[in-house]
């Protein structure tokens, strides 16, 4: 693994500095783009304005123009945690905002597939519904809202994701990626682009004097499921991102969030008033994703949906158990995923420029994982199939991707598809994630290719692992307090977590729980402890460590520990 030390400009970390931001967080900032403390200051006066947003304005107008005529609005939401989310803070804004007929439905991930189609248009209609919001999709939607709107349904899509060659046909669309949007941020997730909707259809309401400043409804309540949806769809924190994520943690840690998120949080047992984006990411997240994988997201939907702790509780410990099966699926699955791999790699040679795996008893739910878990232990383009479960699609193999910086899935899958015509049914996706479904016997037809593309695309500067880190950590900023400091602030997506990295002196080293190294380390001349978590391999008496810092506490002592991230060179 080769380090790469981010540039800190001087100027921008002085400026930072002397406008009051913490030294070593003055330095990280700087590191990842920030040159003014405005880039970092998170009260909700400095969010983007709606009306900046394309749509924004007719899609209030729209929903108004529903609640003053009391009629029946229907979300279609996605079944994921982001339109989950987006789903949640839809219905529960428009209740406060006073509509008075509000449901959903959501497609099932193996029956229905993915977003508006044909299908759920008429579900919609048969439910009374006179006005279809879909959320967090419907931008690809073409034939789904074209059918809706044949039923004599009112059309808005509010979605995030690129849009193909042709829009649909809706009534509104607000999506910042769409064509002619100049809204600046282009990295709202699905929850984000509803709550920036909500906020556009109460500036209406108060020209239309249904309500004033001093009574209007207060959206507030619904950021902590705007940050949670936000980190887990893994958009791009840029500064309007991060302030609203860094709203909803405010929220949470004093105790203000929905019934459900409490809940969530129990069962992860996570501490809400020490919440941080990484709950979110690896806590939250995972337990609402899992039942989109592996069952019905209308239990995630109504989760985040009741007010009753007793109903709460009881949808959480659900969620937490499909999350365990979740888990031990994917466990099974990469193992086995792993060996097929391995047999394709020569053990004396680097392994092929990209995998792709497939074997008749993996689970389509959990596919993307497990092609990221291959991304990450090999360093390749690697996509994992499983036997489509859906009717009707007997002997077709459902396929995700995850990519390596420097290989683009979704133009890879393009290029395939005009090299061989008859190979991809279906495929979509972006840079570093992508799905597709094939016949089962064009497989090896498929991977052929996608080897041959990769080998085309891929050179070996590419093809090297490579970690970027903050260089060294100063001795004076290696306690609790400032840990706690780095914790509270907002990383994530396109704004890294601090990752430090300089050689260390290994003192001693031992195995814990037979899959990771405990270690007792000397930083600067301090002893201090370290865990590597997943790595077995014992390490030379001084060597050059990545590592995020954590506060371990014991019998009330709080100490910084290392969490290793990687072992290499440093360097450009």
Request: a negative charge; charged letters at 25%.
């Amino acid at each position: 693994m080769k380090f790469i030390i981010r540039d800190i400009p001087p100027r921008a970390a002085w400026a930072l500095q002397q406008a009051g931001v913490h030294p070593l967080l003055a330095r990280l900032f700087a590191a990842r783009g920030v040159r003014s403390v405005d880039e970092v200051q998170d009260d909700l006066v400095r969010l983007l304005p709606p009306d900046q947003i394309k749509g924004a304005q007719a899609a209030a107008a729209l929903l108004a123009d529903a609640i003053a005529a009391h009629r029946h609005i229907c979300f279609v939401a996605d079944y994921d945690c982001d339109g989950a989310t987006a789903c949640a803070v839809g219905i529960r804004g428009l209740r406060l905002l006073g509509a008075a007929q509000v449901d959903y439905v959501v497609p099932d991930r193996v029956v229905d597939g993915y977003g508006l189609t044909p299908p759920i248009a008429e579900r919609v209609a048969a439910s009374g519904a006179k006005l279809l919001v879909t959320v967090d999709n419907g931008i690809a939607s073409v034939e789904g809202v074209a059918r809706a709107c044949a039923l004599g349904l009112q059309v808005l899509i509010t979605d995030h994701h690129l849009p193909g060659d042709a829009l649909p046909l809706a009534d509104v669309i607000v999506n910042p990626n769409q064509p002619g949007c100049g809204f600046p941020s282009k990295s709202l997730a699905g929850v984000g682009v509803m709550f920036y909707v909500l906020l556009a259809l109460r500036a209406e309401l108060r020209e239309r004097g249904v309500f004033n400043n001093a009574n209007q409804p207060k959206l507030d309540s619904l950021l902590p499921l705007v940050a949670l949806g936000t980190v887990a769809d893994v958009v791009r924190l840029d500064a309007n991102n991060r302030r609203l994520v860094a709203q909803g943690l405010k929220r949470i840690r004093a105790g203000q969030m929905p019934a459900g998120m409490s809940a969530l949080f129990a069962v992860a047992g996570r501490d809400p008033r020490r919440a941080t984006a990484f709950d979110f990411g690896f806590a939250l997240g995972p337990r609402i994703n899992a039942v989109g994988r592996l069952a019905d997201m209308t239990l995630g939907i109504e989760l985040l949906l009741t007010d009753a702790p007793a109903r709460a509780d009881e949808l959480a410990r659900v969620l937490d158990g499909i999350n365990r099966q979740r888990r031990d699926i994917e466990g099974d699955m990469r193992e086995q995923a792993m060996q097929i791999a391995e047999s394709l790699c020569d053990p004396k040679a680097p392994p092929p420029p990209a995998l792709s795996v497939y074997d008749p008893s993996f689970h389509e739910g959990v596919v993307g994982i497990v092609a990221a878990r291959l991304k990450d232990r090999l360093h390749r383009p690697a996509f994992v199939f499983a036997p489509s479960t859906a009717p009707g699609h007997e002997h077709e193999l459902k396929g995700s991707g995850r990519s390596i910086a420097g290989f683009h899935l979704r133009d890879a899958l393009d290029l395939i598809a005009k090299r061989y015509p008859d190979v991809l049914l279906r495929f979509g996706g972006h840079a570093m994630a992508a799905g597709c479904t094939i016949a089962e016997q064009h497989f090896d037809t498929f991977a052929q290719a996608l080897q041959q593309v990769a080998a085309e695309w891929l050179d070996e500067a590419t093809l090297i692992r490579k970690l970027e880190t903050d260089g060294p950590l100063p001795p004076e900023f290696r306690r609790p307090d400032i840990v706690d400091e780095l914790h509270a602030a907002v990383w994530g997506q396109g704004f890294a977590p601090p990752v430090f990295s300089e050689e260390i002196e290994v003192l001693g080293q031992r195995l814990v729980g037979e899959k990771h190294l405990a270690l007792k380390l000397r930083h600067h001349g301090q002893p201090i402890d370290g865990i590597w978590f997943g790595h077995t391999d014992p390490l030379p008496a001084r060597a050059h460590l990545a590592y995020r810092l954590e506060v371990d506490e014991w019998q009330g002592v709080r100490r910084v520990r290392l969490l290793v991230e990687g072992m290499g060179e440093a360097g450009a």
